[in-house]
């Protein structure tokens, strides 16, 4: 069956821009989840969805930073007003149950 | 913030030698877990351990747990050149979001023939 599917894989945006990343999670998962990794970091928590509620956004940077899984299903992650220090790779995980997660492949965000 | 830290941060063997990576971390979890990053993809979990648990095995894989020390090993013995990639353990906690991951700032293992 399909994983978690991530589009775009690669953007690039000038600062300032706004971009709108999409995660199409595995079909009947409850719970997605959106971190980011930075360069030879590991993956930092954003925010968490059961179903379409958000239940916890305490990782989101700041406010130019929302998400949104309307039907709980597909979620975008939409950053506003791009800034560099927003480059990094966005990764998409879905799940069953609460514990072990399913991960997309990522978007790669430059922010030039 | 990242949860703890792994050591070492790289890590290079020949194939067939036995790989050991270590995880530490700060608070109190209710499950560690480990995920493998092949370059440019995405996170593939690999085994979790449940805090109530001191071992446990996966095929060429062993993990332990010492909650005491706050501390967890990843061994690969026999490793392929296919183990190549970086490993990341993470946990879970015991408020807030249970399900939300906590990762290390991982390990890169180098597997040459």
């Known amino acids: 069956g399909a994983g978690v599917s991530q589009s775009p894989r690669y953007k690039v945006a000038k600062r300032g821009q706004d971009v709108a990343l999409r995660c199409d999670p595995i079909?009947?998962?409850?719970?997605l989840f959106w971190y980011q990794q930075a360069l030879g970091q590991g993956p930092e928590f954003l925010t968490y969805?059961?179903?379409?509620?958000?239940?916890?956004k305490s990782g989101l940077p700041s406010d130019r930073f929302f998400a949104e899984r309307p039907e709980g299903s597909v979620s975008t992650l939409k950053i506003q007003r791009t800034q560099q220090e927003d480059s990094a790779v966005y990764l998409c995980?879905?799940?069953?149950?609460?514990?072990?997660?399913?991960f997309g492949p990522g978007t790669r965000l430059t922010v030039t | 913030s990242q949860q703890g830290e792994e050591d070492p941060q790289a890590l290079s063997i020949q194939e067939g030698e036995n790989a050991t990576m270590n995880c530490s971390y700060k608070?109190?979890?209710?499950?560690l877990q480990w995920y493998r990053q092949n370059s440019g993809r995405g996170l593939v979990h690999l085994i979790l351990?449940?805090?109530?648990?001191r071992e446990k095995h996966s095929g060429r894989l062993r993990v332990t747990l010492d909650t005491s020390k706050k501390s967890s090993s990843l061994l690969i013995t026999a490793s392929r050149a296919a183990d190549t990639a970086s490993y990341f353990c993470?946990?879970?906690?015991?408020?807030?979001?249970?399900?939300?991951?906590?990762f290390g700032t991982g390990t890169r293992l180098q597997v040459t023939l």
């Open positions: 995980a879905s799940s069953p149950h609460s514990y072990e997660q399913y």
């Open positions: 079909s009947g998962h409850v719970s």
């Open positions: 969805f059961q179903n379409e509620a958000q239940l916890d």
């Open positions: 608070t109190s979890i209710n499950n």
């Open positions: 351990i449940r805090s109530n648990e």
């Open positions: 993470a946990t879970d906690g015991l408020t807030g979001t249970a399900s939300k991951l906590t």
